[in-house]
């Protein structure tokens, strides 16, 4: 197979300038069949507050190579497309701060419902989100945990977990005159973060399954503990803009029973709902149908593709924008993002590529976006060395076509850790990589091959090696144990 020699690896290229920001859009896509759609470049259009735009990025999520599939694993063998790497991850969250008591009994037994038929819940994680925080009832591991192997069959036992969980919760309804509008509203806020925060450190597709009453976009100052009225349509689309960005989109399920009472006011709350399911590339369901929504969010990676489009520098003008995206194919329904907020600087607040890197250094799982195989085996010139061997998974990979060549543009770290969990990382290192078409048939069977030897440092337990994509965003990164022990 090809081996890209290092030096070709860290030369720079030269290329005309390209737009800095790229307006990145998660779309699944259904058959009339009810089934995956398969979909080409050619079959969507695009427009951004009306203007058409040009696809630049189009990539299937988990397309696969066989040259990095996971069978058999020989000793000193690795490979992130095995088993315990899951391909998303679903969070369900019961929102019982903002769910009324007469409402949490049949919700609870809708989300039995959801859960309990599902056979294997290695990728589903559950928490409540109460007055004092975030409940686990499946907590997502941390990292070096196994990712479920513990907990298999969990979702069977649904009902007792539930119902443990539950009786060291303060079910404070939202109507509850020991608490004001305001604190639980920036209490959710608070929450949601925290769980982000977790969520953000997985790298790939995550869904919220968030079922929720809702909480209000505004209160008045008739109802505010301050005497003034308190705005959320800011945090709500700051929150919202952080969720796309780390790959997350909610699903929101209005936590109602069947008797909903038409008179009360819930128009504020439906709005919020909305606007994060909009703004995330999720879907609101109404009337507590937590099953249809997990049913969506799990199914939704099996037809899943990256679109990306650079919109003109004036893009960026801190208004919202609604974007509108359609299928020349008939019968294909789409889901993705409807709208997001053009913020003028940057929507992590810091460059991409080092958040990327330090999500998956703290995931639990390896990211599985970019398929990679790697080698662990000791040094032939330097027996204090470890020698390591990479092989990229190139259909992962975005190439872009320049005149007959093609280029992509690829960063490459790796991470050790020691026995107590700590991460020792290494700076990204830039892999801008120029193909001719015969080069690029090549790697495109064979895989993009690199290694090297490495000495690591006394007491590393396990090392991560992660690759990011800087056209498309794909991770992929895949942990090797053993290093340091004999014969490694």
């Given at each position: 197979?090809?081996?890209?020699?290092?030096?070709?690896?860290?030369?720079?290229?030269?290329?005309?300038?390209?737009?800095?920001?790229?307006?990145?859009?998660?779309?699944?896509?259904?058959?009339?069949?009810?089934?995956?759609?398969?979909?080409?470049?050619?079959?969507?259009?695009?427009?951004?507050?009306?203007?058409?735009?040009?696809?630049?990025?189009?990539?299937?999520?988990?397309?696969?190579?066989?040259?990095?599939?996971?069978?058999?694993?020989?000793?000193?063998?690795?490979?992130?497309?095995?088993?315990?790497?899951?391909?998303?991850?679903?969070?369900?969250?019961?929102?019982?701060?903002?769910?009324?008591?007469?409402?949490?009994?049949?919700?609870?037994?809708?989300?039995?419902?959801?859960?309990?038929?599902?056979?294997?819940?290695?990728?589903?994680?559950?928490?409540?989100?109460?007055?004092?925080?975030?409940?686990?009832?499946?907590?997502?591991?941390?990292?070096?945990?196994?990712?479920?192997?513990?907990?298999?069959?969990?979702?069977?036992?649904?009902?007792?977990?539930?119902?443990?969980?539950?009786?060291?919760?303060?079910?404070?309804?939202?109507?509850?005159?020991?608490?004001?509008?305001?604190?639980?509203?920036?209490?959710?806020?608070?929450?949601?973060?925290?769980?982000?925060?977790?969520?953000?450190?997985?790298?790939?597709?995550?869904?919220?399954?968030?079922?929720?009453?809702?909480?209000?976009?505004?209160?008045?100052?008739?109802?505010?503990?301050?005497?003034?009225?308190?705005?959320?349509?800011?945090?709500?689309?700051?929150?919202?803009?952080?969720?796309?960005?780390?790959?997350?989109?909610?699903?929101?399920?209005?936590?109602?029973?069947?008797?909903?009472?038409?008179?009360?006011?819930?128009?504020?709350?439906?709005?919020t709902l909305d606007e994060i399911a909009a703004m995330t590339g999720g879907?609101?369901?109404?009337?507590?149908?937590?099953?249809?929504?997990?049913?969506?969010?799990?199914?939704?990676?099996?037809?899943?593709?990256?679109?990306?489009?650079?919109?003109?520098?004036?893009?960026?003008?801190?208004?919202?924008?609604?974007?509108?995206?359609?299928?020349?194919?008939?019968?294909?329904?789409?889901?993705?993002?409807?709208?997001?907020?053009?913020?003028?600087?940057?929507?992590?607040?810091?460059?991409?590529?080092?958040?990327?890197?330090?999500?998956?250094?703290?995931?639990?799982?390896?990211?599985?976006?970019?398929?990679?195989?790697?080698?662990?085996?000791?040094?032939?010139?330097?027996?204090?060395?470890?020698?390591?061997?990479?092989?990229?998974?190139?259909?992962?990979?975005?190439?872009?076509?320049?005149?007959?060549?093609?280029?992509?543009?690829?960063?490459?770290?790796?991470?050790?850790?020691?026995?107590?969990?700590?991460?020792?990382?290494?700076?990204?290192?830039?892999?801008?990589?120029?193909?001719?078409?015969?080069?690029?048939?090549?790697v495109l069977k064979g895989g993009i091959n690199v290694g090297g030897d490495?000495?690591?440092?006394?007491?590393?337990?396990?090392?991560?090696?992660?690759?990011?994509?800087?056209?498309?965003?794909?991770?992929?990164?895949?942990?090797?144990?053993?290093?340091?022990?004999?014969?490694?």
């Amino acid at each position: 197979m090809r081996r890209v020699g290092l030096l070709m690896l860290m030369a720079a290229a030269a290329w005309g300038q390209t737009p800095q920001r790229m307006v990145r859009l998660n779309v699944v896509a259904e058959g009339a069949s009810g089934g995956p759609a398969e979909l080409a470049a050619g079959d969507l259009q695009i427009t951004d507050a009306g203007k058409p735009e040009t696809i630049a990025l189009f990539r299937k999520n988990g397309s696969g190579n066989a040259s990095v599939a996971a069978g058999p694993m020989a000793p000193g063998e690795f490979s992130n497309r095995g088993a315990g790497t899951p391909a998303q991850v679903t969070v369900v969250l019961f929102d019982v701060l903002n769910t009324t008591m007469k409402d949490q009994a049949y919700v609870r037994g809708r989300i039995i419902d959801a859960l309990q038929p599902i056979k294997d819940g290695d990728s589903v994680y559950f928490y409540l989100l109460t007055l004092k925080g975030l409940v686990p009832v499946r907590a997502l591991p941390e990292v070096g945990e196994p990712a479920g192997a513990a907990e298999a069959g969990w979702t069977q036992q649904i009902q007792p977990k539930l119902d443990a969980a539950m009786k060291g919760v303060n079910r404070l309804g939202p109507h509850s005159d020991n608490m004001e509008p305001q604190d639980r509203v920036n209490a959710t806020y608070q929450w949601l973060a925290a769980l982000l925060g977790r969520l953000g450190s997985v790298a790939g597709r995550k869904n919220l399954v968030w079922v929720t009453r809702g909480i209000p976009i505004e209160i008045g100052a008739r109802h505010a503990g301050s005497g003034s009225p308190a705005e959320y349509e800011e945090l709500l689309r700051r929150l919202s803009t952080a969720f796309d960005a780390s790959g997350v989109a909610v699903y929101p399920v209005e936590a109602f029973g069947p008797r909903r009472d038409e008179g009360e006011e819930m128009m504020e709350q439906q709005q919020t709902l909305d606007e994060i399911a909009a703004m995330t590339g999720g879907q609101l369901y109404a009337q507590a149908d937590v099953p249809a929504a997990m049913k969506a969010a799990m199914e939704a990676s099996q037809s899943s593709y990256v679109v990306g489009y650079y919109p003109a520098a004036g893009n960026w003008d801190g208004k919202l924008h609604k974007i509108k995206l359609k299928c020349a194919k008939d019968g294909v329904k789409l889901e993705s993002k409807t709208e997001y907020v053009a913020y003028k600087e940057p929507e992590m607040g810091a460059a991409e590529e080092q958040e990327a890197f330090r999500a998956a250094i703290r995931s639990p799982f390896d990211a599985s976006e970019i398929g990679l195989w790697a080698l662990r085996a000791s040094s032939k010139k330097d027996p204090k060395k470890t020698r390591l061997q990479l092989r990229i998974d190139a259909r992962d990979v975005t190439m872009q076509a320049v005149g007959t060549a093609y280029h992509c543009d690829l960063s490459v770290a790796y991470v050790s850790y020691g026995k107590n969990g700590e991460p020792w990382p290494t700076r990204p290192v830039a892999m801008p990589i120029d193909f001719v078409a015969a080069q690029r048939d090549e790697v495109l069977k064979g895989g993009i091959n690199v290694g090297g030897d490495i000495a690591f440092r006394e007491g590393v337990d396990k090392v991560r090696i992660i690759v990011l994509d800087n056209f498309s965003g794909a991770v992929g990164s895949v942990t090797l144990t053993g290093i340091g022990k004999a014969g490694s």
